[in-house]
């Protein structure tokens, strides 16, 4: 539920059903997981795009979530090294395909994006405690440039949950999550 309300439930749904798939789901309850899980995952990202940054975000999910189950399908090994490799090849993918796809300026139009709803989030934070005006600019800056790092924790935390949720669904789950932790 704190996953959910901090960061988008695609980021778990997709890959959740990405490892099922990759898995080879045996039972009418290992697939229906993967289509329930595929189709909220998909349906939150068709929703009406909020510009670049989204659009960004939501390729991210995309290739992370292809990235980790095609590693942990191909190349088994420990969650720590397939979650790591998938953010690697999806931060490539996302490094070529973006400026092809929106434009050789598309970074600087999500660091604008990023800075913008930085500046709306913490102009709330402001309005409920009028004391922390002084911190407005610090904070904004910090929230902007970091979106990137939020991104991969927020990705990390959803790439767990969906190996864990793989292990405890799946009849035969891939490499290690079929080990006991």
């Known amino acids: 539920m704190l996953f959910a309300a901090l960061a988008p439930v695609s980021l778990m749904a997709l890959p959740f059903a990405a490892l099922l798939v990759a898995a080879r789901p045996g039972s009418w309850r290992e697939w229906l997981a993967a289509a329930l899980a595929g189709g909220v995952g998909t ?3 068709l929703l ?3 510009g670049v940054l989204d659009g960004v975000s939501r390729a991210w999910i995309v290739l992370v979530s ?3 189950a ?3 399908k191909l190349r088994p090994g420990p969650f720590r090294v397939l979650a790591l490799r998938a953010c690697l090849y999806a931060a490539a993918a996302v490094a070529v395909l973006a400026p092809a796809a929106a434009g050789p300026g ?5 660091q604008w994006e990023a800075t913008r709803d930085a ?3 913490v102009r709330y934070a402001v309005e409920v405690a009028p004391a922390l005006y002084p911190a407005f600019e610090p904070a904004v800056r910090l929230v ?3 979106w990137v790092v939020w991104l991969l924790l927020a990705t990390l935390a959803g790439l767990a949950l969906a190996w864990r949720g793989h292990a405890l669904v799946a009849r035969a789950p891939l490499g290690a999550a079929a080990a006991p932790s």
Request: aromatic share 8%; charged share 15%.
């Open 43 to 45: 349906a939150l990202l």
């Open 119 to 121: 500046s709306r989030s």
């Open 48 to 50: 009406p795009q909020r």
């Open 66 to 68: 292809v990235a980790f």
């Open 70 to 72: 095609a590693t942990a």
């Open 106 to 110: 598309v970074w600087q139009e999500v």
């Open 144 to 146: 902007a440039a970091g």
